[in-house]
């Protein structure tokens, strides 16, 4: 009861003031209840509040991985418990600030993690990592890398279903569904979470499992503390979601042993053209690489258009489990000839985390990025479509833009895989093992340096994206699906979940929990539930 109690005691100060609908409440001046906020917070918790010029304020408001992100809040609060996050969650509130929530700030669409004019609220501190008793259950803050999570995992010969590079923040990629290298075998990475603890639009904390919550935080003073409500319609809508119903502080993930690992990263000239498309094919063709639970692959094509069609690039990044050099799901790219190899930096690792690590040097920030998202079946047509629109039209329209290189990702989800989550319980993604089978989910991603470039790069993804689409769809092989970590800020991901059927359930369960629409008005999204 303790942590309920001191909720309570901040509920009652911030009664003081009437509390008005927000639907009814027009912004009049965003910078001065973002100020008004600001102030009422540094007021409270004066150590966890940063003004602007001030050290810790620029440290925080540009740990931020696309500079198209970057934004001037007017202020950073920096909460070190749940406790205080509540405490300026509802100080925000009173002051009907806006106000944006960063975790790892890996994803690149503008307003999702930051804000001009409202509260920047950074989640550095929520960074513990720790074991339940038997070490099958791995207790993790959202504020720190999947790096800092598998280094201290790997310690223990214990593996995590997280995200693949380590640069990338826990948060964003668990509350977006997560492509794991583990995923063929285990699902999305949100389905191997068994509880959140999360704060509510009201400044409850709460924890959040498939039953009934369990947990002193988990009162509801609604019921005079006699009974523990059921929050598993909550638990579901946070499993592909993403951050609309509150801010996770802890993410409960199941572990599993993983030892020794077979994988890296290759890289080849364009002259193995042939030989990586012949493997990349094989690889998703019924029977061949992508239907092996345990192997993982991430295969692109990438052009710096500046440079001509000589800087054309073909790489693999790989993960197999087990001391086994020559996987046979991996066949088809390691008997690509060597020759033309340009990069090779796969081995058998005694231990799996190297084959992450080795992306570090792939993580950088300092560039201006953009990802977009474009799925279909696993067809050698539609994945030569995805190639040529994007290369071929890159080196046509964009030798111009200074520092561009510009990527086509393929990324296979198995059909085995959807089964997997399926069988799971679900999640708010509900994708059908049988409607869906086995697809890409594929990307263009795109690094530039320059922001008067910044509408031409859109423009050009957008429309190839576009391309893409229309000709996978002449030959039945488009996939809707639209996958929230990987899409672009106009891309509508909540429309595609569970083929339309999710965002009906997941806005009755925000108006469940935030029946005045404070966070669908007021917190910075990358993609709303509109």
């Known amino acids: 009861m303790r942590q309920y109690s001191q909720v309570k005691i901040v509920v009652t100060f911030a009664q003081a003031k009437p509390l008005l609908p927000y639907a009814s409440s027009p912004l009049v001046n965003s910078y001065i209840q973002s100020t008004d906020a600001c102030s009422a917070i540094f007021s409270v918790l004066p150590n966890q509040l940063f003004w602007p010029n001030s050290s810790q304020y620029m440290t925080e408001a540009n740990a931020i991985w696309s500079e198209t992100c970057l934004r001037t809040p007017s202020c950073v609060f920096e909460p070190n418990t749940a406790q205080d996050l509540s405490k300026g969650i ?11 929530v960063r975790s790892g700030g890996h994803m690149p669409v503008p307003g999702a993690q930051s804000l001009d004019n409202g509260v920047m609220i950074s989640l550095s501190k929520f960074n513990a990592k720790t074991l339940n008793e038997d070490k099958s259950i791995a207790s993790i803050g959202p504020g720190q ?26 948060g964003g990629v668990l509350l977006g569904g997560g492509i794991g290298y583990f995923s063929g075998k285990r ?7 068994v509880a959140y603890e999360i704060v509510l639009a009201d400044g409850r904390i709460v924890n959040v499992t498939a039953g009934e919550a369990n947990g002193p935080n988990s009162v509801d003073p609604s019921t005079n503390g006699s009974k523990t409500p059921d929050f598993s319609d909550l638990f579901w809508a946070l499993k592909g979601g993403h951050n609309n119903f509150g801010i996770v502080v802890r993410f409960d993930m199941r572990t599993f042993p993983v030892g020794p690992a077979f994988g890296g990263f290759t890289s080849w000239s364009g002259s193995a053209h042939a030989e990586f498309f012949g493997a990349l094919n094989a690889y998703m063709a019924p029977g061949g690489g992508v239907d092996d639970p345990n192997s993982a692959i991430n295969a692109f094509a990438s052009v710096v258009p500046a440079n001509g ?10 993960l197999y489990p087990g001391d086994n050099p020559h996987p046979e799901a991996l066949h088809g790219f390691s008997s690509i000839h060597p020759s033309f190899q340009t990069m090779a930096e796969t081995s058998v690792y005694n231990n799996w985390i190297e084959v992450p690590k080795l992306l570090s040097a792939y993580s950088g920030r300092g560039t201006r990025n953009l990802f977009w998202t474009i799925a279909y079946k696993g067809d050698p047509r539609a994945i ?20 561009l290189i510009i990527y086509a990702t393929w990324q296979p989800i198995s059909k085995g895989w959807l089964e997997v989550s399926q069988r799971g319980g679900g999640d708010a993604l509900a994708l059908d093992p049988e409607e869906d089978g086995t ?13 008067s470039d910044d509408d031409t790069v859109y423009s050009f993804v957008e429309r190839a994206a576009q391309t893409i689409q229309t000709e996978t769809e002449k030959l039945g092989l488009f996939n809707p699906f639209v996958y929230l970590n990987d899409a672009a800020k106009t891309q509508k991901p909540y ?26 008005d007021y917190l910075h999204h990358g993609f709303p539930l509109r």
């Not at 509802?90 to 944006?100: D, E, M, T, Y």
């Not at 890398?145 to 826990?170: H, I, M, Q």
């Not at 800087?311 to 790989?318: F, G, K, M, R």
């Open 90 to 100: 509802i100080l925000i509130k009173r002051s009907r600030s806006k106000f944006a």
């Open 384 to 403: 030569s479509i995805h190639n040529t629109t994007v290369i071929d039209g890159a080196l046509r329209e964009l030798s111009h833009v200074r520092g």
């Open 439 to 451: 697809f890409i989910a594929g990307m263009i991603t795109s690094m530039w340096e320059d922001e």
């Open 145 to 170: 890398t999947w790096f800092d999570v598998y280094d201290w995992l790997g310690k223990e010969s214990l593996a995590v279903n997280g995200g693949r590079y380590p640069s990338v923040g826990v």
């Open 309 to 318: 069609s000589a800087s054309y690039t073909l790489a693999n990044v790989a």
């Open 495 to 520: 429309e595609t979940l569970g083929h339309g059927k999710s965002l009906p359930k997941l806005r009755r369960i925000q108006n469940k929990y935030d029946p005045e629409g404070f966070l669908q």
């Open 187 to 193: 699902g999305w990475s949100c389905d191997d979470i």
